[in-house]
C-alpha cells in the first residue's frame, strides 16, 4: 500500500510540512530508473523516486552524495523555485509539488508505470521516464475521482463495489476478502467498510510480513514487524527492508540458477557416460580373444570375419571380426589389449559417474539449505559475500570483487587498466599483473592499519594469471607491488607502465 491513494494523502501532506516554502537545488539522475530531488530551506531534504521494474518507491534519505560522473541534472526550469504547496489529486495514486510561476512536478505512482512529470500551467513540457508517451498528453483536471462513500449508494452498488471503490486497491480488497467480506449479507458488508475506511484514516502505519513478502499496510495483517504513526519514517523503514530483501531474492534466484545449470550438466554427463558404459559393455573383446584362442586352427585368414564355436553360450556359432591376412594369435592378442583397455575405461567411467551423483546430491542439498535462508547475512556466510554496487560503480570501467572483505578490482582492456591504476589506485594499493605477458591490471584496495593477508594476495594473483595470455598455464608468475612502484612514460600505448620495484608469486590461473 506504499502508493496506495490513503497512504499517499498522509504522505504528501508530511511532506509539504518539510519542503513548504524551501527551494529545489537540486534534482538528478545517475540511472535510468532513479531520480533525487534535493531542497533547500532551514535544513535540507531529500526525496529519491525508485521506479525500478520490480519495486517503484519513494524513500527520503537524510544525505544523498551524487557521484562525480554519469549524473545528469534534470528539470533545470524549477531549479531554485520555491516550493508553494503540495497537492494530493483525490482518489489518485497521484500527488503534484507546486512551485512558483506556475511550474510544477507530478508524482505519478503507478506500479511499473510510474513517472514524474514537469508541468507549466497545466501543460506537460516533460517527463522523466519517456517511453511512457501517454504521459505528454495527461491533463491534470482529469486526475481527481469522485467517489460516493454513502451507505444509500453502497447499498445500491452492492454487487459491482470493487470496481465503484476502485481506490481500496488490490491490497484493501484482498484484506477484506480474509475477513470474509464476500461471504456477509449488505448491511454486514457495509459495517466492514465503515471499520475498514476508519483504519485507513488513522495515522498509523505498519510494516509486516506475511507469506515471506514484506508490505507497507495501514491495518494489521500478516507478521507485524513494526509500528509507525509518521509516514515518512514507515515508508524510509519499508523502503530499506524491502531493498534487503529483494537483493536476498535476487541473489537467492542467482544461486539457485547456477545450483540447477550445475545439476543439469551434471545430469547430462551421467546420460552421456552411462550411454557409454552400456556401449562398452556390449562390445566382448575378452570373450572374442577367448574364442580365437580356443578355435584357433589356422595361422591366417583372407575373410574379415571367422565363425567359431562359442562355449561361452551353449556352443553356439559366433561371428568374430578379423583383419584378413593377420595372424589369428594376434588378433586374438589385439582383442585382449582391448578388453584391457576396455576393463580400465568402465572403471574409470563407473567412478566419474558415481562422483557426479555424489556431487548432484550436495547440489540438491544446497538447493535445500538456500530454501531455508531468510536474510542476507545467512546467505553471505553460506553462499559467499554478496556486495551491492551503488550505480557509480556499476558504469566502473572495471570488475569489481569482494574477497575476505577486501576490494579486488580487474581491468576490462588496455584503456581500462589505465584508468584502474593512474586514476582510481591509490599509492599503497597493491598492484598485480601477469609476468612478462598481455594482460589485466589488477588492485587491491588497502584498508587503513593493516598489511594484506597473504590469502587476499595470492587470489588477486589468481585472477591477474587467469585475464591474462597465461590464463590456460598450470603455473603463472604474477608480479605485485604497491602502485606507488608503478608508473606510465611519456607515449607508452595504453595498459603499458613502468614497475620499479616488484616481488613475484606463482599461483594458479583461476577466475570468478
Same mark, same amino acid.
Given at each position: 500500500?506504499?502508493?496506495?491513494? =490513503?497512504?499517499?494523502?498522509?504522505?504528501?501532506?508530511?511532506?509539504?510540512?518539510?519542503?513548504?516554502?524551501?527551494?529545489?537545488?537540486?534534482?538528478?539522475?545517475?540511472?535510468?530508473?532513479?531520480?533525487?530531488?534535493? =531542497?533547500?530551506?532551514?535544513?535540507?531534504?531529500?526525496?529519491?523516486?525508485?521506479?525500478?521494474?520490480?519495486?517503484?518507491?519513494?524513500?527520503?534519505?537524510?544525505?544523498?552524495?551524487?557521484? +562525480?560522473?554519469?549524473?545528469?541534472?534534470?528539470?533545470?526550469?524549477?531549479?531554485?523555485?520555491?516550493?508553494?504547496?503540495?497537492?494530493?489529486?483525490?482518489?489518485?495514486?497521484?500527488?503534484?509539488?507546486?512551485?512558483?510561476?506556475?511550474?510544477?512536478?507530478?508524482?505519478?505512482?503507478?506500479?511499473?508505470?510510474?513517472?514524474?512529470?514537469?508541468?507549466?500551467?497545466?501543460?506537460?513540457?516533460?517527463?522523466?521516464?519517456?517511453?511512457?508517451?501517454?504521459?505528454?498528453?495527461?491533463?491534470?483536471?482529469?486526475?481527481?475521482?469522485?467517489?460516493?462513500?454513502?451507505?444509500?449508494?453502497?447499498?445500491?452498488?452492492?454487487?459491482?463495489?470493487?470496481?465503484?471503490?476502485?481506490?481500496?486497491?488490490?491490497?484493501?480488497?484482498?484484506?477484506?476478502? &480474509?475477513?470474509?467480506?464476500?461471504?456477509?449479507?449488505?448491511?454486514?458488508?457495509?459495517?466492514?467498510?465503515?471499520?475498514?475506511?476508519?483504519?485507513?484514516?488513522?495515522?498509523?502505519?505498519?510494516?509486516?510480513?506475511?507469506?515471506?513478502?514484506?508490505?507497507?499496510?495501514?491495518?494489521?495483517?500478516?507478521?507485524?514487524?513494526?509500528?509507525? &504513526?509518521?509516514?515518512?519514517?514507515?515508508?524510509?523503514?519499508?523502503?530499506?527492508?524491502?531493498?534487503?530483501?529483494?537483493?536476498?531474492? &535476487?541473489?537467492?534466484?542467482?544461486?539457485?540458477?547456477?545450483?540447477?545449470?550445475?545439476?543439469?550438466?551434471?545430469?547430462?554427463?551421467?546420460?552421456?557416460?552411462?550411454?557409454?558404459?552400456?556401449?562398452?559393455?556390449?562390445?566382448?573383446?575378452?570373450?572374442?580373444?577367448?574364442?580365437?584362442?580356443?578355435?584357433?586352427?589356422?595361422?591366417?585368414?583372407?575373410?574379415?570375419?571367422?565363425?567359431?564355436?562359442?562355449?561361452?553360450?551353449?556352443?553356439?556359432?559366433?561371428?568374430?571380426?578379423?583383419?584378413?591376412?593377420?595372424?589369428?594369435?594376434?588378433?586374438?592378442?589385439?582383442?585382449?589389449?582391448?578388453?584391457?583397455?576396455?576393463?580400465?575405461?568402465?572403471?574409470?567411467?563407473?567412478?566419474?559417474?558415481?562422483?557426479?551423483?555424489?556431487?548432484?546430491?550436495?547440489?540438491?542439498?544446497?538447493?535445500?539449505?538456500?530454501?531455508?535462508?531468510?536474510?542476507?547475512?545467512?546467505?553471505?556466510?553460506?553462499?559467499?559475500?554478496?556486495?551491492?554496487?551503488?550505480?557509480?560503480?556499476?558504469?566502473?570501467?572495471?570488475?569489481?570483487?569482494? =574477497?575476505?572483505?577486501?576490494?579486488?578490482?580487474?581491468?576490462?582492456?588496455?584503456?581500462?587498466?589505465?584508468?584502474?591504476?593512474?586514476?582510481?589506485?591509490?599509492?599503497?594499493?597493491?598492484?598485480?599483473?601477469?609476468?612478462?605477458?598481455?594482460?589485466?591490471?589488477?588492485?587491491?584496495?588497502?584498508?587503513?592499519?593493516?598489511?594484506?593477508?597473504?590469502?587476499?594476495?595470492?587470489?588477486?594473483?589468481?585472477?591477474?594469471?587467469?585475464?591474462?595470455?597465461?590464463?590456460?598455464?598450470?603455473?603463472?608468475?604474477?608480479? =605485485?607491488?604497491?602502485?606507488?612502484?608503478?608508473?606510465?612514460?611519456?607515449?607508452?600505448?595504453?595498459?603499458?607502465?613502468?614497475?620499479?620495484?616488484? +616481488?613475484?608469486?606463482?599461483?594458479?590461473?583461476?577466475?570468478?
Amino acid at each position: 500500500m506504499h502508493n496506495n491513494f =490513503f497512504f499517499l494523502r498522509k504522505l504528501s501532506t508530511s511532506v509539504e510540512h518539510r519542503i513548504l516554502g524551501a527551494k529545489l537545488i537540486a534534482c538528478f539522475s545517475q540511472n535510468k530508473d532513479e531520480l533525487v530531488f534535493e =531542497f533547500q530551506g532551514k535544513t535540507s531534504f531529500f526525496i529519491k523516486a525508485d521506479f525500478s521494474p520490480t519495486f517503484c518507491c519513494l524513500s527520503f534519505p537524510s544525505g544523498f552524495s551524487r557521484a +562525480k560522473k554519469n549524473s545528469i541534472d534534470l528539470f533545470i526550469e524549477v531549479i531554485k523555485k520555491k516550493v508553494l504547496r503540495l497537492r494530493q489529486f483525490v482518489n489518485e495514486r497521484s500527488f503534484s509539488m507546486e512551485f512558483e510561476q506556475g511550474w510544477s512536478l507530478l508524482f505519478k505512482l503507478h506500479e511499473s508505470r510510474s513517472n514524474i512529470i514537469l508541468l507549466c500551467n497545466g501543460s506537460v513540457q516533460s517527463i522523466f521516464r519517456n517511453h511512457l508517451k501517454n504521459d505528454l498528453t495527461l491533463t491534470v483536471e482529469d486526475l481527481d475521482r469522485q467517489i460516493d462513500w454513502s451507505r444509500t449508494y453502497f447499498l445500491n452498488n452492492v454487487s459491482s463495489i470493487k470496481k465503484k471503490y476502485f481506490t481500496f486497491g488490490k491490497k484493501v480488497w484482498s484484506h477484506l476478502e &480474509t475477513l470474509g467480506f464476500d461471504s456477509l449479507d449488505s448491511d454486514a458488508k457495509w459495517d466492514l467498510i465503515e471499520k475498514t475506511l476508519e483504519q485507513l484514516n488513522e495515522p498509523k502505519f505498519y510494516i509486516t510480513k506475511s507469506n515471506n513478502l514484506l508490505s507497507l499496510l495501514l491495518f494489521k495483517e500478516g507478521d507485524v514487524l513494526k509500528k509507525f &504513526t509518521d509516514p515518512i519514517e514507515a515508508i524510509d523503514f519499508f523502503y530499506q527492508v524491502r531493498s534487503i530483501s529483494d537483493q536476498l531474492e &535476487t541473489e537467492k534466484r542467482r544461486a539457485l540458477k547456477e545450483l540447477e545449470d550445475k545439476i543439469g550438466k551434471a545430469e547430462k554427463y551421467i546420460e552421456i557416460n552411462t550411454k557409454r558404459l552400456k556401449e562398452i559393455t556390449a562390445e566382448p573383446y575378452r570373450q572374442w580373444a577367448d574364442l580365437l584362442m580356443a578355435n584357433m586352427t589356422n595361422e591366417t585368414s583372407n575373410k574379415k570375419v571367422i565363425v567359431v564355436t562359442d562355449f561361452y553360450d551353449n556352443n553356439k556359432a559366433v561371428s568374430i571380426p578379423i583383419k584378413p591376412g593377420v595372424p589369428i594369435q594376434k588378433t586374438a592378442e589385439q582383442y585382449y589389449r582391448k578388453a584391457k583397455n576396455q576393463n580400465k575405461e568402465i572403471d574409470k567411467l563407473r567412478e566419474s559417474i558415481q562422483a557426479k551423483k555424489e556431487i548432484i546430491s550436495k547440489l540438491i542439498n544446497s538447493k535445500g539449505e538456500l530454501d531455508t535462508i531468510r536474510d542476507l547475512k545467512s546467505f553471505k556466510e553460506k553462499f559467499g559475500k554478496v556486495k551491492k554496487s551503488s550505480p557509480a560503480q556499476q558504469i566502473l570501467p572495471f570488475h569489481s570483487i569482494d =574477497f575476505n572483505n577486501y576490494e579486488i578490482l580487474i581491468g576490462k582492456n588496455a584503456s581500462s587498466n589505465d584508468i584502474l591504476t593512474l586514476h582510481h589506485a591509490k599509492k599503497n594499493d597493491l598492484w598485480l599483473h601477469a609476468k612478462d605477458v598481455a594482460g589485466s591490471h589488477v588492485v587491491i584496495k588497502h584498508k587503513s592499519g593493516t598489511n594484506f593477508p597473504k590469502s587476499v594476495i595470492e587470489r588477486a594473483a589468481e585472477l591477474a594469471a587467469y585475464y591474462s595470455k597465461r590464463k590456460n598455464e598450470m603455473l603463472c608468475p604474477v608480479a =605485485f607491488t604497491e602502485k606507488k612502484y608503478v608508473r606510465k612514460r611519456k607515449g607508452d600505448p595504453a595498459g603499458v607502465v613502468v614497475v620499479e620495484k616488484e +616481488k613475484v608469486i606463482l599461483v594458479k590461473p583461476q577466475g570468478y
